[in-house]
């Protein structure tokens, strides 16, 4: 009986306080590829699933449930979930059921946003698993201890700086950005001597 009334109570305690947040906004995160299989999770409740086999299970019944259809919520197994795909991936934030569904997909957006622009727009399997450090990174710093520290891409971006000399691939697109950058200026400087060089000599 204990256990049936707990959550009631906690409810209660909930609305007198409407705006103290709940000890876990977010329950879990994780990312599967398009067979369900398990990228990277990250669960915050440890009382939710505490085992391995309980979480993987967890994420079968969520997948299951979740890859074919077209809605952005799900509940199951008395949580909140919201998902969103892009080509072989799927994002998940779970969170109570009594969560803010806006929070949650306000998390699940940022999360989104910021790994794509870490990707590089490539936001497909192969190049997740290339850049796994930098995704954590991005984890951490939008979720800590199921708290949501952030919920603004650039912001996230801002604080994960990239970590360009932990990542090969965007150490070389930024030093080549950067390398068009000054060979366009030069070439803009080189004209505008040429022009006035020119004026000059007339």
Request: glycine letters at 2%.
């Amino acid at each position: 009986m204990t256990a049936q009334t707990c959550p009631r109570q906690h409810q209660r305690t909930m609305d007198s306080t409407s705006l103290e947040p709940s000890l876990y906004t977010v329950k879990a995160v994780f990312i599967l590829d398009n067979d369900g299989n398990r990228l990277l999770s990250k669960y915050y409740d440890k009382e939710l699933y505490p085992s391995i086999k309980e979480q993987k299970n967890f994420e079968k019944n969520v997948f299951n449930k979740t890859h074919k259809a077209d809605n952005e919520i799900a509940l199951l197994e008395g949580m909140t979930i919201v998902y969103k795909s892009s080509i072989d991936l799927f994002f998940y934030v779970v969170g109570s059921v009594q969560e803010n569904e806006l929070m949650l997909m306000a998390v699940l957006n940022c999360l989104f946003e910021s790994l794509s622009h870490i990707l590089r727009k490539n936001v497909e399997r192969r190049c997740l698993l290339d850049n796994m450090e930098g995704v954590f990174l991005v984890v951490d710093e939008i979720i800590d201890g199921g708290v949501i520290l952030e919920s603004d891409p650039q912001q996230v971006l801002q604080k994960v700086n990239y970590r360009v000399d932990d990542n090969p691939l965007s150490e070389q697109s930024v030093a080549q950005h950067i390398t068009e950058k000054l060979a366009m200026t030069s070439t803009v400087l080189q004209s505008a001597k040429e022009q006035i060089k020119w004026s000059i000599l007339k």
